[in-house]
Nanobody, 118 residues
Framework: QVQLVESGGGLVQPGGSLRLSCAASVSVAIVNSIGWYRQAPGKQRELVAQITSGVNTNYADSVKGRFTISRDNAENTVYLQMNSLKPEDTAVYYC????????????WGQGTQVTVSS
C-alpha cells in the first residue's frame, strides 16, 4: 500500500509564501505521475501542479508563475513552493500519485490545509 504524507500547510498573509512537502513510501522516480490537487469549500477538487513521465510539469493557469513543483528522488519527496499567495488559494491541498504499468493505480494523501488571510 502506497502512503503519502503531506506537511507544510498553515496560515499565511496574502503575498506570503509556503512550501508543501509530500513524502512517499515508494520511489517517486518511477511513478507515472505525482502532483498536487486542492479543494476549496463548496468546490470540486482541482489539479494545481503535476510532474508526469518523470520530467514534464503541468500547472493550473491560476498558479502559473507563482507556484513551482519539484521532486527530490533521494528523499522520495515532492514539494510545492507557493509564492505570492492569494486568498483564493485557500484550500485543502492533497498529494496524489499514479504508479503502475499494465495496471495503474492512484493514491491520495490525507491533505493539508492552506489558509491565506490577513
Amino acid at each position: 500500500q502506497v502512503q503519502l504524507v503531506e506537511s507544510g500547510g498553515g496560515l499565511v498573509q496574502p503575498g506570503g509564501s509556503l512550501r508543501l512537502s509530500c513524502a512517499a513510501s515508494v520511489s517517486v522516480a518511477i511513478v507515472n505521475s505525482i502532483g498536487w490537487y486542492r479543494q476549496a469549500p463548496g468546490k470540486q477538487r482541482e489539479l494545481v501542479a503535476q510532474i508526469t513521465s518523470g520530467v514534464n510539469t503541468n500547472y493550473a493557469d491560476s498558479v502559473k508563475g507563482r507556484f513551482t513543483i519539484s521532486r527530490d528522488n533521494a528523499e522520495n519527496t515532492v514539494y510545492l513552493q507557493m509564492n505570492s499567495l492569494k486568498p483564493e488559494d485557500t484550500a485543502v491541498y492533497y498529494c496524489h500519485l499514479r504508479i503502475g504499468s499494465t495496471l495503474i493505480r492512484g493514491y491520495w494523501g490525507q491533505g493539508t490545509q492552506v489558509t491565506v488571510s490577513s
